[in-house]
């Protein structure tokens, strides 16, 4: 609606996990950097957590897009899935005809065959799985005997957890201590600092097509990060929403007063509350308001 307004070519706060509006802030980076050295080093099961919003899936694939040569990567982004289930979808994750599965034993030694041919090839075959907060725990203990394949020398499947924090309650579960002790790496995903919001706001602006002058003015980034503490999603909806109320007055500039009105429109956001000196300050203006009015005898 706002964009032909403001320059610009897509909407660039949307919600779809795009790569190319990844921006690579600080918590991105070191969750990426565990990843990819844990991953050379051939560590069969690994965790990211984070909160609801905090660019898990985006990260997700970025890591697929960055897994280049030398890694066949499957990729499960709905995993609640029973056992069975799980096994034929990761089947046809790696090229396997799951048309003619006999039973469970037959397909886990295709997907067996299947593991060493690409490793016979110099691949190291990743999985990852998006939203595995949500895998039931006999599909969880699957994956775990999937990551018991291997050579001599290395494992033949990989795996990664992308998970809200409710897959460590899960994995805190007695039944599954063999999944947890399996795990070589574990990130939990930060959301971002202050001083990394004008550059998140920048890039996401720049990669949809800007090209003028700042439209954040400091005090919209500062009520930004306090509304949202620092979670991309939360930003990507007040910046939207402060856009277009900015658009609506025709102002080329985003102010505090639009992202105050666009937070009061968001679930989850932060709301500002008054402070007890603003209180007592409102307070005594209508104490002495009450009573200017009884000298005055406006009340009986």
């Known amino acids: 609606m706002y964009a032909d307004y403001y320059g610009l070519q897509e909407s660039p706060f949307s919600l779809t996990p795009d790569t190319s509006y990844f921006f690579l802030h600080q918590g991105q980076l070191e969750a990426l950097n565990v990843l990819r050295v844990a991953l050379q080093q051939g560590e069969g099961l690994l965790k990211v957590v984070g909160e609801v919003g905090t660019g898990k899936t985006l990260l997700c694939r970025k890591l697929l897009n960055l897994l280049g040569a030398g890694f066949y990567t499957a990729y499960l982004p709905n995993p609640a899935l029973a056992p069975t289930v799980l096994r034929k979808a990761l089947a046809k994750e790696l ?6 599965v006999s039973d469970q034993h037959w397909l886990t030694e295709r997907i067996n065959e299947r593991l060493i041919e690409l490793a016979g090839e110099g691949n190291r075959v990743v999985l990852l ?7 039931p725990e006999e599909s969880l203990e699957a994956l775990r005997l999937l990551t018991n394949l291997e050579t001599e020398k ?5 795996i990664v957890l992308f998970g809200q924090p409710e897959l460590d309650d899960k994995l805190s579960h007695p039944s599954l201590r063999q999944v947890k002790q399996r795990i070589a790496f574990s990130y ?3 959301p971002m600092a202050m001083d990394e919001i004008e550059g998140y706001i920048s890039h996401r602006l720049v990669v949809a097509g800007y090209q003028g002058k700042p439209l954040f003015f400091n005090p919209a980034l500062r009520a930004i990060y306090r509304s949202s503490q620092g979670v991309p999603r939360l930003i990507n909806l007040i910046c939207n929403k402060a856009l277009l109320l900015a658009y609506g007055k025709g102002d080329h500039v985003v102010r505090k007063r639009y992202v105050r009105e666009a937070v ?5 956001a932060v709301r500002a509350r008054r402070s007890w000196l603003g209180w007592s300050i ?4 209508a104490l002495c308001s009450l ?3 009884y000298l005055l005898g406006v009340l009986p």
């Open 95 to 100: 090229g396997i005809d799951v048309s003619v």
């Open 129 to 135: 799985v998006d939203e595995a907060q949500a895998i």
């Open 154 to 158: 290395a494992k033949l499947l990989q």
């Open 188 to 190: 939990r995903l930060q």
């Open 264 to 268: 009061s429109d968001t679930e989850g």
């Open 282 to 285: 409102a307070l005594t203006v």
């Open 291 to 293: 009573a200017g009015s």
